[in-house]
Nanobody
Framework: QVQLQESGPGLVKPSQTLSITCTVS??????????WRWIRQSPGKGLEWIAS???????NYNPSLKSRASISRDTSKNQVTLQLTSVTPEDTAVYFC??????????????WGQGTQVTVSS
C-alpha cells in the first residue's frame, strides 16, 4: 500500500518561500513508470497542477508557476519537496502530493496524500 504524507508549515507570510515535503512509504519514488506530483486546491478554483518529478529525475512545471516553483527529491529519504517563492494570498490552498501512473491514459493519479492546508497571510 502506497502512502503519501505531506508536511510543512501551515502559515506563510507574503513574499516568503513556501516549502512542503512529501514522504512516500510503500513504494519508491524511483520506481519505473511513475511520477510524483504536487497539486493544490482552493475554493472555487478546483485542482491546479504545480509540478511533477519523474522516476528518472526529469521534472515538469505548470508554465504559470514555473518562475516561482521548484520541485526536488531526496531518494535516500524517499521524499519529494516543493518550494514556491514570493507567495501571495492567492497561493492559499490545500496542497497535495500524488502519484501518477505514466503508462495509463492521461497519466492519472492513483494515490493521494491527505493534503496540507497552507495559508498565506501577514
Amino acid at each position: 500500500q502506497v502512502q503519501l504524507q505531506e508536511s510543512g508549515p501551515g502559515l506563510v507570510k507574503p513574499s516568503q518561500t513556501l516549502s512542503i515535503t512529501c514522504t512516500v512509504s510503500g513504494g519508491s519514488i524511483t520506481a519505473n513508470g511513475y511520477a510524483w506530483r504536487w497539486i493544490r486546491q482552493s475554493p472555487g478554483k478546483g485542482l491546479e497542477w504545480i509540478a511533477s518529478s519523474h522516476y528518472n529525475g526529469n521534472t515538469n512545471y505548470n508554465p504559470s508557476l514555473k518562475s516561482r516553483a521548484s520541485i526536488s527529491r531526496d531518494t535516500s529519504k524517499n521524499q519529494v519537496t516543493l518550494q514556491l517563492t514570493s507567495v501571495t494570498p492567492e497561493d492559499t490552498a490545500v496542497y497535495f502530493c500524488a502519484r501518477a501512473v505514466l503508462l495509463q491514459p492521461g497519466a492519472k493519479t492513483d494515490y493521494w496524500g491527505q493534503g496540507t492546508q497552507v495559508t498565506v497571510s501577514s
